[in-house]
């Protein structure tokens, strides 16, 4: 069974940090992984889809990166923004169309 | 840009209710999902759907769970006779195609509050 975790639960920088959100899975047999951002009582905003098949995946600010093999991929924001403070999900699909998602980073962005 | 809209946006009901949880999917999107997130734990899947049948469901999602797509654009979570465990956000969520090529677009969820 698939089993997602995100370290570290929650994490608090200044304002202008580059930072690093960690997220490890423990089947690799995936198709794709996606990172989500749940501002306080909303829903899920998509950040970033990477398919198996590939190694990273860069929007703006974000950039993400898959190593399937290890289980494992990384969400690098660059010079945050109180703005990405939010908490931030990823989850990987393994099949059917289902997602299985990690509890989540919980990031401070601090003025 | 195109959403995903979720009615009512919080929804209290007594203990053996039936509840009708709505969704109205982005428009060219063909396929549906509802997760939930109980308090404090992690968004966990429930039902995923497709040319109006069910492609694959968890173990949550037993007898008291039912989904319907009742015209082009609606598609429904129904819980028959809901239990205090059931209180949660429910989430729809719809992706263009096969979920593996295309990303899944979350709604802002309903609260549902089981008294």
């Known amino acids: 069974k698939q089993e997602v975790t995100q370290i570290p639960a929650a994490l608090s920088v200044p304002e202008g940090e580059n930072l690093v959100l960690n997220c490890s899975f423990t089947?690799?047999?995936?198709?794709?992984l996606q990172w989500f951002r749940q501002d306080p009582g909303k829903g899920l905003t998509s950040l970033l889809l990477?398919?198996?098949?590939?190694r990273e995946q860069t929007s703006g600010r974000l950039n993400a990166s898959l190593d399937k093999s290890s289980g494992r991929s990384t969400l690098y924001i660059a010079a945050s923004q109180p703005g990405d403070s939010a908490t931030y999900l990823c989850?990987?699909?393994?099949?059917?169309?289902?997602?299985?998602f990690g509890q989540g980073t919980r990031l401070t962005i601090n003025p | 840009e195109p959403e995903v809209t979720q009615t009512p946006s919080h929804q209290v009901t007594q203990m053996g209710q039936e509840v009708i949880l709505r969704c109205v999917p982005i428009?060219?999107?063909?396929?549906f999902y509802w997760y939930r997130q109980i308090l404090g734990q992690k968004v966990e899947f429930l039902v995923s759907?497709?040319?109006?049948?069910?492609?694959?469901k968890s173990e949550i999602f037993d007898d008291q769970f039912s989904v319907e797509r009742p015209d082009g654009s609606n598609f429904t979570l129904k819980i028959r006779s809901t239990k205090l465990e059931d209180s949660a956000m429910y989430f729809c969520?719809?992706?263009?195609?096969?979920?593996?090529?295309?990303?899944?677009?979350f709604g802002d969820g309903t609260r549902l509050s089981i008294l």
């Open positions: 969520a719809s992706s263009e195609e096969r979920a593996s090529n295309q990303p899944q677009h």
């Open positions: 089947d690799s047999a995936i198709y794709n």
């Open positions: 990477i398919q198996s098949s590939q």
């Open positions: 989850a990987v699909e393994g099949g059917a169309q289902k997602l299985v």
């Open positions: 428009s060219n999107h063909l396929y």
């Open positions: 759907f497709y040319n109006n049948e069910i492609s694959e």
